[in-house]
């Protein structure tokens, strides 16, 4: 178990003279005419594999000015085999441009170590900023929390929660989301209604992610009746489903077997969104063949071309030799 330590535009060409100039691994060969997030990535990378902190210093309060933020590629030259890095690139970013400039920063590194599983250097790092007052709050605590409950590691989840809580950052909806949606793909629905039941104490009310959660589970339960009635009510309080919720809902129909519960409750929800439509009667039409039931996906590619909704190559193929070529 993972130990968790407590609080353990440009658009002037003489512009891009100068900085050239003032950056020699950014020869004037390779400047773009006009800067990107790729661009600065690129070169802090660069700068990051050779060690050349002062330009990674430089490079982060550069492209903050320029209005570029950081991306999940920003510090990808960190690795599971240099993360002896950290206290120079801990340094490094203490220097940056306080504000958004340096919280950005941080932030960008602590979810480039929970990609990456390093749950206690990622923890080290938010230490900083509550120590040193550089602006953590929930927003630098998520990924540390959506990556221990992405593998079921509720406890560890929690103490980070009760770490925050220390620090007088109360945990918000997204945080808890997490932890909803984590404990409803385990399936562990006690936990989840505990969950529920914090969320509804303090008033965090509910979106769409918790809502998708709630389907999940009762999916994931095989309690189907349930799942719809979470998404009628999520309709009724003028919450729109995500595309992930309708497909929960399609994969539990077709785990169950209830193929014609699956295509009725594709039909119910058709033409509203064109998008979704083209999504679930895609998902549904794709796995009906992969289960071999040829006649009941013949109807839906069939029912796809004349509502003209967008077709995977797969299902084009499909439609092609069984339904257009019976019709000519």
């Excluded at 003489?14 to 390779?30: D, K």
């Amino acid at each position: 178990m993972l130990a968790i330590r407590k609080l353990s535009s440009l658009k002037s060409s003489r512009f891009l003279c100068s900085f050239a100039i003032q950056n020699p691994i950014c020869s004037s060969a390779t400047i773009p005419d006009v800067p990107s997030c790729t661009f600065y990535d690129e070169r802090i990378n660069k700068a990051g594999r050779e060690g050349d902190f002062a330009t990674v210093h430089h490079l982060l309060n550069k492209r903050a000015r320029d209005g570029f933020f950081n991306t999940n590629n920003t510090f990808k030259f960190i690795s599971t085999t240099n993360v002896s890095i950290l206290d120079d690139l801990l340094e490094t970013i203490a220097r940056v441009d306080s504000g958004f400039p340096r919280k950005s920063s941080y932030d960008c590194l602590i979810a480039r170590l929970s990609k990456m599983d390093c749950i206690s250097e990622a923890m080290r790092v938010a230490e900083t900023m509550v120590n040193k007052e550089h602006g953590a709050n929930n927003v630098t605590f998520h990924p540390i929390i959506n990556a221990l409950t992405k593998k079921d590691e509720f406890d560890e989840a929690c103490s980070v929660i009760a770490v925050m809580k220390s620090c007088g950052i109360a945990p918000d909806l997204t945080t808890y989301n997490f932890l909803l949606t984590g404990y409803c793909f385990a399936g562990n629905v006690t936990s989840a209604a505990g969950v529920l039941a914090k969320m509804e104490e303090e008033e965090l009310g509910a979106d769409t992610r918790t809502y998708d959660a709630l389907v999940l589970g009762a999916c994931r339960a095989g309690k189907l009746d349930a799942a719809l009635a979470v998404v009628r009510r999520m309709l009724d309080d003028g919450v729109p489903p995500l595309y992930c919720t309708h497909a929960h809902i399609i994969r539990a129909f077709l785990k169950y077997n209830y193929y014609e519960q699956a295509v009725e409750f594709v039909r119910s929800y058709a033409g509203r969104d064109t998008k979704l439509d083209a999504e679930n009667f895609g998902i549904l039409a794709t796995r009906l063949i992969t289960r071999s039931k040829l006649e009941e996906a013949k109807e839906l590619v069939k029912e796809m071309s004349e509502r003209r909704l967008t077709m995977g190559p797969r299902l084009k193929d499909f439609y092609e030799l069984h339904v257009r070529s019976d019709e000519l």
